[in-house]
């Protein structure tokens, strides 16, 4: 297997999983209304997804690029430590390149960690039904709501969710940036545009995710 | 024995031709059991071998580097000459010829000379055709800059890294006959004898430098590519592992050596800032173009170059040689310079150096347009010395920098040893006693590429049918033998002083006596001297380590040992020319005001030296010519 | 000037290998690193010990045959520049500096800071070329080159083959080095014809070798004596896609 095709996997996916991280928060974005509204509306939003046919597929391909994500990286780590069976005795890489792009594997095992909590806590009982049963709200809908509003009341939680909402910002940045270079786009001014982007919606989605917890559990 | 050239008949410009006609040709299913080995892998060397190899040759190529991109080719900046003529200024290969011819001060062969203006022009064409990056107009043609010793613009040029892109095209191509299966690539290798059996070179001993092991390889014909030994100066713009020992071993076997004291001082090089100091930087001598060189007039100045008004500064090139000024030829320039260093007009910390300013050009042109004609090598200035030569003028020092001399050739470019040819800088064949800039690359190229592959045939298809010799035979034992006590002889020494030691000595003699001027008393002296550095290296030498591993020092000690030996050579060849001519400059014969002079009646001949166990034989290769009548060379 | 030199001493390749450390005196600021590792040569010849190999040649910067990690740094501590022209004014007095070989499996060492990186050449020879033999070029100004497109070619044919971007990658990936040669030739029209085996061969071939892969650290380019651009590699990865697509 050559060397692209499995950088090729990690960053194609990776920039899916960008997409639907904007997805993810708008849904989330819907906590902050007051609420009533932002009861119905969210568990409405929810139903929607699970019921509609093009979403359930959606869904797939997104458990399938984690999966894959996860799984062409440690293929990609493999890799490279074997290339490097012996490392220098003084290595000064913060002088020429930044902490995160050296601990992209490092970083990502953050937010894998994360990623299973965070689906024991919402994917595994609205899904699956582990756990404790999940009501019903006025219309009828399943109460996601209350799921997320009774989990972002709880301060550990909250504490957990947004301080490892750190390493995904960084993740995304050096990840958004490279993705496009390992596909091969290489125009000079686009890279230095994407460069700009990269940074701007790392920021977004870390503060974004982090912030909202917060705000939900002080309401 | 008599030398004989074996010059084509004809006119000029019919005889590289005519000698295509006559030569002999091998049937490809011949070419195909025919063995060739090629020392060095440099531009004439990776030439040759690749295309060799694309004729059907089998090659064995050779390389002291641990890879054949690293040869000092790689160093060359400035560029390429080539009669294209494209810059409409009158140019063409007989304007070529002659400027060659006359930068040489008329002590190289017509024919030869011709033949590399000739070819000067296709080999554009090959290497365009092979990748390099040459620099471009906006109209996507090439484009042009000149050179020292010229009025034309005829230089071709990839920025200030020409002979680094040459070279890696002629390495590609050698690497893609390796893949052919063509070529066998041997790095980390080092030649330490030729093989001559019944009078024909047939193979050379080695020595692998990573395991210490001595090998023997046999060939049909062995080719030297192994560049330069201005080594022997100890302080040069060459590579730390540039040596003369594979020309000098093949000369102890026979082969003639010519000119061996015509030794290219280039002027624009940086200037020694320390004892310890291993190399010296060279700045490309395209900075004159645009680069004005001057000195205080005052001596002793010891102001900043930027605190000396106009009116206080000499610029002594354009003085002397309004004509060319700044771009007169390198023998020239480096004397001049010289002179006024003697003169105590030197700048810098040593008083070794002359300024090279660039403020003038900055003015007329625009900071841009000179960074993008020179920017790398004003980079590179930076690196090496701190000092930004945008704001004030580069220190600049004349460097021991390329070898006229080497093995004698003839037409075909064979030595005197039948089958044993040597190309590039290792042979005496074009460039007479100075040469041009940017005719380096040239004849390189040449040599390896166009002429080597159209002449060895001719050799080679008598040996065709000549019963095989192996590595048993004994010619190959006992120089096998013959290396490995040497070997442990001189590791046997265990005296009390390096390697560099002897070198810096030999270095120094040699620097002072047989460099840009010189005369018989310091000749005489530097040979005696040179005897008894002979004499200690061989009684007081150490070196730590044993044979059979990577031992560096042992590598440089074999080669200086070498060295020593040349340098006799050089200061016998350099005390018998009673002349001047080009870069062998003799203070008792020059003009009233200070230029060669020329004695064409006693000397219009190349010294070919040969080896013998007591002395060096001189043997005396008329030069003819027939096309054009040497003349003073004036550049004023 | 006094420092103490802290260097990799390893036999052969299949020694152990270990740190030793030099005191070394009477150096002085203008001279060059590695004339001050032939300083402490020069010095360990007459103290009877072996002396240490390194590499180097044409010690000005443009044959990349030398090449050493410096305190923690590909050819030292500057950015773009070869072990060959870092100068001892770059260090502080008395100071340690800790010398090591390229580590990468690609680049095995064969004595102290001396490696192998013939696998550099083991990818020129499956594609760095153009397949035109001697004799068969056609007159050079007939086809034009922008003067844009032959100044970004000079850009990466300048490559030195000094390996740093290999050493200095936590992957060791040679993807800078491969690039660069890719996008030189594949730029030219001379390079063309056969534009899409060569990225191939190439990339087969890097792959081949013990190289990693390349996560775009960054750190080639900065390390790189050139300063060749990591864009490159992106330029190399869109070749290499044409080519599954085109061929």
Redesign the interface.
Known sequence: MDLFFRKGVIASTGLFLCLFLIVHLSANCILLLPEDISRELYNSYSTTLRENLLIKLVAYILYLSIILHVVYALLVTIRNRKSTPIKYAVNHSNENSSWTSQNMGFIGFFILLFIVIHLANFWARIKLGMGEEVGTDALGNLDVYEVTSSLFHNIYYVSFYSLLMIPLGLHLHHGLKSAFKTLGFYHKKGLQAIAKIAVVYALIMSIGFGIIPFIVYFK | MKLNAKIPEGKLEEKWRNYQLKSKLINPANKKKLNVIVVGSGLSGA?AA??LA?LGYNVQCFCY????????S??AQGGINAA?N?QHDGDSVWRMFHDTLKGGDFRSREANTYRLAELSA?L???F????V??????????ANRSFGGVQVQRTFY??G?T???LL?AA???L??M??AKKVT?F?RTEMLDLVVIDGRAKGIIIRDL?SGEIKRYVADAVVLATGGYSRVFRLSTL???CNGSAIWKAHKKGAFFAAPSFTQIHPTALPQ??E????L??MSESLRNDGRIWVPKKKEDTRKANDIPEEERDYYLERRYPSFGNLAPRDIASRAAKERIDNGHGVGRFRNAVYLDFKHAIERLGLETIKDRYGNLFK?YK??T?VDAYKEPMQISPAAHFSMGGLWVDYELMTTIPGLYAIGECNFSDHGANRLGANSLLQASLDG??IL?NTINNYLASEENRAPVDTNHPAFVDAEKKIKGDIEHILSING?Q????FHRELGKVMWQNCAMSRNQAGLESAIEQIKKIKKAFWQEV????HSQ??N??LEKALRLADFIELALLMCTDALQRDESCGAHFREEYQTKDGEAWRRDKEYTYVSAWEYTKDYFKLHKEELDFEFVKPTVRSYK | MKVRFKIWRQDSPIDKGSFKVYEVDGLNPDMSFLEALDHLNEKLVLRNEKVIAFDHDCREGICGQCGVFINGRAHGPHENTTTCQLHMRSFEEGKVIVVEPWRAKAFPVIKDLIVDRSAFDRIIEHGGYISAKTGTASEANAIPVGKDIAERVMDVAACIGCGACVATCKNSSAALFTSAKINHLNSLPQGKPEEHQRVLDMTAQMAKEDFGHCTFTGACEVECPEGISINNIAEMNARFLKAKLFR
Request: without cysteine.
């Open positions: 030439g690749a295309t694309e580097q641990d890879s054949a991109r690293r040869a000092h790689v160093a294209k494209y296709p554009i064409d090959h365009t055709q092979q990748g990056p040459f620099a471009r107009e906006y109209g996507g043609v090439l990839a920025r890294q002979g680094q892109q890696l390495y590609s191509q690497y893609k390796i893949r690539m790095p990573v590579a730390i592992g800032s320390s310890t100091q291993s190399k930087t060279l590179m690196k090496i701190g590429y166009f592959p009390n390096t390697v560099d030691h150490k070196i730590t380590g591993e990577l560096t020092e």
